[in-house]
């Protein structure tokens, strides 16, 4: 926390924790897609149904989707950006297990087939928690520079892909692995204390065993 | 940040001979590892995206639930017609309160500050202050971390977020961090600025969290007035060389106690207060259709 916490984030209202931190969930699952999406579907969950619409919290979702941030002063007419992009959008009710009030799962269609089912949960604040990826649990907040990276599970793919951070000279400050059973897709998550360059992301694609690699910069 | 307390902040104003506001500056340029200037800069882009929002009030515009809008440019009719009973400088500070409030639950942009709930308090005293004063904008950049200073002391010692510590934490913040603020500008010095903090914060002690529906509108928007009156009224009192029998650092030290007492009810789940009332009850079933 710092100064800036206190006075600020500038944020598109009416809450830190229903509208800018749905805006920052939408964004990490339209990263983590990294193709135009064709259906998205929203289950909220809790707090995020009973008061979502009053929050804006459907329209902050899709804004972040679309790759808004929080002070983007479209995020109140999202649902019309969406339709330009032929975005087809549903929301409902879903009720997930052992899940925080304000909590969401995205089911995304990519247009070129990419699939992704994303929960998350809004903190407080505008800080968020992605819970899962794809059905794997998983525990991250986008505060950092985040590697997502998507693999098979076989020996040697961490080694490389953290030799490949430490030879940027990036401390990674927190880093989990997540897989279903042995030998199936799996899905690593390392948290850097500094940016990783564009080169060095583009290069952990090509490690073999490597399926697909998300970046998250602080930067953009 | 280093600071726990605005003693501490004092201490090291007074050891250094720094004014209170740079003891933060230096402070956030340590925490970030940023320059004086790109810490300055910053805080002035705060200011002025509070000027912006203030600027970019609809006056036609409601909520999407309909529960508030268009109060700010009531409020603003009435001002200029010359009727108010608290004059044209608290009556512009209720106008500009109520407009970013509705502006905030209008989906625009604003400053939170420290919330979003909260987020009409400080640029309403803040920007009419200026206004009637001709205060160079520097001056108004140093009150805003003055302001940030005491709320990152209230953050870190209590909480300033209504699910955890009630409206209290929330308005009751904004109004202590306007209030040392606005004595900093009104010429008070460190005593001044602990004075007017603890007695705004005193004043709003055990305010309950209690929208209507869960939504951030009603009361959220009107409180916000009252945060920033009795900003002005603690500033006031605090130049005037009244002070606080209990000290700042203890009333925030209070206030955790009582946030941490206070029933979940009263603590942004929409249950207890107003929102328990058959006016909030049926505000919330017709929202439900």
Known sequence: MNLFDIIGPVMVGPSSSHTAGAVRIGYVAGRLMGEPIQKAGGGLHGSFWATGRGHGTD?????GLLGMHTDDIRIPDSFRYAREAGMELEFYHVELADAHPNSVELTLNGTRGKELVMTAASLGGGRIQVCSLNGLATNFSAEYPTLIVENMDQPGIVTAVSAAVACENINIAAMQLYRDKRGSLAVMILECDGEIPREAVEKLSAIQGVCGVTYLSMKE | MSFRSMEEIVEVSNSSGKPFWEVLLMDDMEERLVSRQESMEKMQMMYRQMQEADAAYDGAARSASGLVGQDGARMQDYVEAGHAMSGSFVGRVIERALKMGESNACMRRIVAAPTAGSCGVIPSVFLTYQQQYQAPEERMVEALFVAAGIGMVIARRAFIAGATGGCQAEVGSASAMAAGGLAYLHGGGNKEICAAVAMALKNLLGLVCDPVAGLVEVPCVKRNVIGAVGAIAAADMAVA?????????????????????????????????????????????????
């Open chain 1, 59 to 63: 329209r902050a979702l899709v804004a």
């Open chain 2, 241 to 289: 060389g009244i002070t606080s029998r209990v000290p700042a650092d203890q009333v925030i030290e209070a206030m955790r106690a009582v946030g941490v007492a206070m029933p979940c009810a009263l603590k942004e789940t929409g249950e207890g207060g107003l929102a328990a009332t058959p006016a909030g009850v049926e505000a919330r079933q017709a929202l439900e259709k």
